[in-house]
């Protein structure tokens, strides 16, 4: 790939002893899990449990209250900020509301990360935010602003400009949700795509079944009773050989139990 | 209506078994009856162990019915009651289910009661805090200038160029109809008293030494802070929101760079040039009121005007409105950045952007004027 300006490493990812909290209140604690490069990570876990919050963590956006994340061996937080943005340079990331640029078309949302760390000319990033709008499924809507598309049409933009790097890790938060299934059985093409292509490393918050047993090669599952993680292996084992009742009923749809008060 | 109007009966069947016993029209609307009903029934009956619903006669219901038996259910097990709901309808019991499905979040968000004290106590805290984080900010912004003042610019010409125009020609209007009735306003008050003294031509000193050192200068520092500190925090805030300002920050482009010093150079550039138009159209209205009411020729007044005002007044104008444009975009791109996320925040982010950027301007205008009495400017 002639986009990626960044040097080739090794990303294995090592969360430790992470914990995390909003004011005084925990949301997760002691979460520790690693990431191997290329590998497709899928978190699991109920509304509210914290994948987002622990998604923020691992992008550079909230400080844990304890423990640290480790990329390459690099501690990532208890580290300068100088190398902390070093490391974010190769992050993309996809926020659950899309969070485009509201002032910006669709193709400058894209166009501004390539112009601030790439020397591709003016032309060359045009040819380029159009090639990721067309992934996603959203060619010809280059001079559209993200308030003149739907919320779906927003999320898919919002993943174009998290790849618009070719980053090493990508991380998406419920990329999926919203989308009907046509446009995310694609979405699911696009993220195996770009691991197998790219060697891209992929961290995905989702809740969608099909998607999670066709994607992922890992999973983890945080719990919000718990509030830490209680299961971290492939979800096809996690079916066969869980015994949490929480986990089964989640990767059945609560099929398996029953629903208790 | 009234025929089937709500009912409930408590029948007992059995020393230890209470049977509720509901009928006709259960909704929300129908004015239901308080479930603390049930209280006193059980003062009554110390011995029971169970209750029990019966609701085949219900002929309407809809959620009312529902928190009516949840409440119920709640009172039964404080009272550590057994409560059967058999004799609920299948679509009552799957819907109650699903409300119990998850339980309740304990502590879900506790507002800790203080005293006064410590309500003080904390409230010092939080000013302290806050102060620290503003501190934090401007320091930001100085490393940022210094950065763009080597030639590396982070923020789009686009928008820079846009911010400007939002400070300057869209602003003129409202500029220029403050700044004529504030140069109108001064000639009027300087014109009565003056003409007790037979000193009527002074009022153009009073106006064009007026406008340009002071009423200017202060007045389109509070236009702006209105007009533009408001924008600018409305601007961020809802980018804070819309979680826009995360998304710079993970593509490491500091938000600093890029939203706020556009905002900052385009006010700190533009309000001097608008304070310049400002003792201009103050001067003009001075004039009006001049010719009007003292009958003082338009030369007579010019002369008058160019002979009493030296560049200095002028230039401390200048000055003091370019300090008043960097505070008030301070302002308003700091309360839009550490804007909340939620469309309130955002209002309350606007209001503190007003509210801080006309209290910054007045108290800087008064310390210029402490000094420019020191320095004897
Ligand atoms: N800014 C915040 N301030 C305080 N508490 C927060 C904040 N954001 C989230 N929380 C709390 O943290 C918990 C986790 O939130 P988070 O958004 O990470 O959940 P999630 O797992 O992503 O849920 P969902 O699947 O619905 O997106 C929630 O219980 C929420 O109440
Ligand atoms: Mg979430």
């Given amino acids: 790939m002639t986009m990626n300006v960044m040097p080739i490493e090794q990303p294995p990812i090592q969360v430790k002893h992470l914990d995390m909290a909003y004011g005084g209140t925990i949301v997760q604690k002691d979460i520790n899990f690693s990431v191997q490069k290329s590998e497709i990570l899928v978190i699991m876990g109920d509304s509210g449990c914290g994948k987002s919050t622990l998604m923020r963590h691992m992008v550079g956006l909230k400080k844990p209250v304890a423990g640290d994340i480790f990329y390459n061996n690099e501690p990532f937080w208890s580290g300068g900020i100088t190398q902390r943005e070093n490391r974010m340079r190769h992050f993309g990331v996809m926020y659950q509301s899309g969070a485009l640029w509201s002032s910006m078309t669709l193709a400058e949302n894209i ?3 390539l112009q601030e760390y790439t020397t591709l000319t003016a032309k060359q990033i045009k040819e380029v935010a159009a090639f990721k709008l067309s992934l996603v499924g959203l060619a010809g809507y280059e001079d559209f602003y993200p308030a003149e598309i739907s919320g779906g049409m927003c999320k898919r933009a919002g993943i174009a400009r998290a790849i618009a790097l ?59 009773e718990r509030k830490t993680l209680i299961a971290n292996a492939p979800p096809k084992e996690l079916l066969k050989h869980s015994t949490d009742a929480k986990i089964q009923r989640f990767l059945t749809r609560g099929a398996e139990g029953v629903i208790q008060p | 209506m009234n025929s089937t109007r709500w009912q409930v009966d408590f029948v007992q069947p059995s020393k230890e078994l209470l049977t509720i016993s509901m009928s006709g029209h259960w909704c929300a609307a129908d004015n239901l009856p308080s479930p603390e009903l049930l209280v006193e029934k059980l003062h009554r009956f110390p011995n029971l162990k169970k209750i029990a619903y019966h609701t085949e006669n219900i002929a309407h219901w809809d959620s009312g019915l529902l928190s009516f038996i949840v409440m119920l259910n709640k009172i039964c097990r404080q009272n550590s009651l057994d409560v059967s709901t058999d004799g609920l309808s299948k679509n009552m019991q799957s819907l109650l289910t699903l409300a119990s499905a998850v339980p309740e979040r ?5 507002a800790p009661t203080q005293s006064t004290l410590a309500s003080l106590g904390h409230h010092t805290k939080q000013l302290y805090f806050e102060f620290e984080k503003m501190m934090e900010f401007i320091g930001a912004i100085t490393i940022s200038l210094s950065i763009l003042c080597r030639g590396k610019v982070k923020f789009l010409g686009r928008d820079l160029f846009y911010f400007i125009q939002d400070c300057s020609v869209t602003s003129l209007p409202i500029v220029l109809i403050i700044s004529f009735l504030m140069g109108l306003i001064l000639a009027f008050i300087g014109a009565i008293q003056l003409q007790a003294f037979g000193a009527g031509i002074y009022v153009a000193n009073l106006v064009a030494i007026g406008m340009s050192r002071e009423m200017s200068p202060l007045m389109i520092a509070i236009i702006m802070t209105g007009r533009t500190g408001a924008s600018y925090a409305a601007q961020l805030g809802s980018m804070q929101v819309n979680e826009e300002i995360d998304a710079l920050k993970t593509t490491v482009i500091s938000p600093i760079d890029f939203l706020v010093l556009p905002r900052i150079i385009a006010l700190v550039l533009m309000i001097p040039l608008l304070c310049l138009y400002g003792d201009l159209v103050g001067i003009l209205g001075g004039m009006l009121i001049s010719n009007t009411f003292l009958h003082i020729s338009a030369s007579a007044y010019i002369h008058q005007t160019t002979s009493s005002i030296s560049m200095v007044d002028v230039l401390v104008g200048v000055v003091k409105s370019l300090c008043f444009g960097l505070l008030v975009a301070i302002a308003g791109c700091y309360q839009g950045l550490n804007c909340g996320r939620s469309s309130d925040a955002v209002g309350s982010a606007t209001t503190k952007a007003v509210v801080t950027g006309i209290l910054y301007v007045i108290i800087a205008d008064a310390i210029f004027e402490i000094i420019l009495n020191i320095l004897k400017i």
Avoid: C, W, Y
């Fill in chain 1, 166 to 224: 070719d980053p090493e890790i990508i991380f998406f938060d419920e990329p999926s949700a919203g989308l009907d299934p046509i446009s995310s059985k694609r979405l699911d093409d696009l993220i195996l795509a770009l691991r197998d292509g790219l060697g891209a490393t992929i961290i995905v918050v989702t809740h969608e079944l099909a998607s999670i047993f066709t994607i992922a090669d890992n999973a983890i599952f945080l719990d919000s």
């Fill in chain 2, 106 to 110: 304990e502590n879900t968000k506790s």
């Fill in chain 1, 111 to 113: 166009s501004l990360p």
